[in-house]
């Protein structure tokens, strides 16, 4: 169990806190979602309670080791000053500069400073001015940002898959580091989960491709009882198990892989659950999202899809099916929709089991759900509200799913 916030002592002094402000703005630069700095204020509440000084740093977009003034995080302070109805001193431009420094020093106990982009500084990625890999730069870059405060706090979970010098290397050169609460929650649902599921435990996987999950799906047949499979994913299963799948998405070149894990989960006596309808169509406008006109919407009888039909949701005696296995598990994982929900014809499926998930939890399940996707689909549904833990990383969330191990998680010290 790594070291928690209230493991440390953060009392008046200078803490570093890795956030995710890595927020969407329009072309005024205008915040046009602040969910992500919303998430940020119990961490930063606590340690204005424990009087600590609060140094905050984060990164905003790609600017690839470059200043691109649009993607300054000049507008998330002034977003937080009026969250916490407190000034949040901000120094435009460069998050090591000799005034950026100056700031950090002179900061005094209850007083807030972000940082600006740490990814203007190619170092941040583990980069050199020249773009070349550069561990040493990338280690003196996190010394340099060390040395402004002297504890640091992990609460970005967003960023802990990768190994940059504020999310892994940065530990090593303050006196203490904890995970904020933001990243104690994801380690409580996701990391117990997967140790210590409460059983019947069930994962739903849907979306686009079989190869982005592939290893969640070997990780996860070492933990589940049951899998179902829906979204695109579904139909490289199908066909590899001899089932026509018409003009489906399918990934022709994971057809034995797809056996495979079929034959593992039977081997394993998991229940390895595919759809058994579908939504069909014969033409879809995937770029704008929407069903061109003219074009014909079925429902089919059995898994089988005709030629020139390709599967876009999950049909009814599907829905049906999953419901069953839904109701009964003590423990839901659910990462990726399962059909087009961005088209509302097709956004049946997703929201149906999204409610079925909500209703499950409502009945004492414990429901996750992960993944940019997966979170939307079960907004569309006004699910979100009921699940136990909507994880806020989707690339870290999958890496999780994974098994692999996380370097921003790995570099905070055991509680002791
Ligand atoms: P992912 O990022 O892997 O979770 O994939 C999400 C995407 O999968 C969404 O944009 C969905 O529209 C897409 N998707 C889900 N089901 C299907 C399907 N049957 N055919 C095509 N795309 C799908």
């Not at 106990?109 to 583990?126: A, D, S, Y």
């Not at 904890?178 to 929650?185: D, M, S, T, V, Y």
């Not at 999950?314 to 059909?339: D, H, M, Q, R, Y």
């Not at 079960?378 to 833990?389: F, L, N, P, T």
Request: hydrophobic share 45%; with cysteine; aromatic share 6%.
């Amino acid at each position: 169990m790594k070291k928690i916030l209230e493991d440390v002592n953060v009392k008046g002094k200078k803490v570093l806190v890795r956030v995710d402000y890595n927020v969407p703005l329009d072309a005024n630069l205008n915040i046009t979602n602040d969910k992500r700095i919303v998430a940020t204020i119990p961490t930063i509440k606590y340690l204005l309670k424990e009087n600590a000084a609060i140094i905050l740093m984060s990164h905003l977009g790609r600017p690839k080791g470059k200043f691109v003034p649009e993607m300054s995080l000049n507008p998330v302070s002034i977003r937080l000053s009026e969250l916490l109805d407190k000034p949040v001193k901000f120094v435009d431009g460069d998050c090591v500069s000799k005034e950026s420094k100056q700031v950090a020093a002179s900061l005094k106990p209850g007083e807030i400073f972000l940082l600006e982009n740490l990814r203007f500084h190619p170092e941040e990625e583990g980069k050199n001015a020249a773009g070349e890999k550069d561990k040493v730069a990338m280690e003196n870059f996190a010394k340099e940002i060390a040395s402004m405060g002297e504890i640091f706090v992990q609460d970005a979970f967003g960023t802990v898959h990768r190994a940059h010098a504020s999310t892994s290397a940065v530990v090593k050169y303050v006196k203490d580091a904890a995970a904020g609460f933001l990243l104690e929650k994801e380690l409580k649902f996701l990391g117990e989960t997967l140790e210590n599921p409460q059983r019947p435990f069930l994962a739903i996987l849907g979306g686009a491709k079989v190869s982005d999950k592939i290893n969640v799906i070997e990780n996860l047949l070492n933990k589940v009882d049951a899998i179902i499979i829906g979204g695109a994913m579904a139909y490289t299963f199908l066909k590899s198990q001899g089932v026509s799948t018409g003009t489906s998405l399918v990934e022709n070149d994971k057809l034995d892989l797809a056996s495979e894990l079929i034959k593992k989960a039977k081997e394993r006596k998991i229940d390895f659950l595919l759809p058994v309808d579908h939504i069909v169509v014969n033409k879809v406008d995937f770029a704008n999202k929407q069903i061109p006109k003219g074009a014909q919407v079925e429902e089919t009888i059995d898994e089988a899809i005709s030629d020139n039909f390709m599967g876009v949701d999950i049909g009814f005696k599907s829905i049906k099916k999953f419901a069953e296995v839904i109701k009964s598990s003590k423990t839901i994982l659910w990462n990726g929709p399962l059909g087009i929900f961005e088209i509302d014809e097709f956004a049946k499926g997703t929201v149906a089991i999204a409610d079925l998930v909500a209703q499950a939890t409502d009945d004492g399940a414990i429901s996750i759900v992960g993944g940019g996707d997966s979170v939307s689909s079960v907004k569309k549904a006004g699910a979100d509200k009921r699940i136990s833990h909507i994880s806020t990383g989707g690339g870290a969330s999958l890496e999780f799913l994974e098994g692999k191990e996380l370097p921003g998680i790995a570099a905070l010290p055991e509680r002791s």
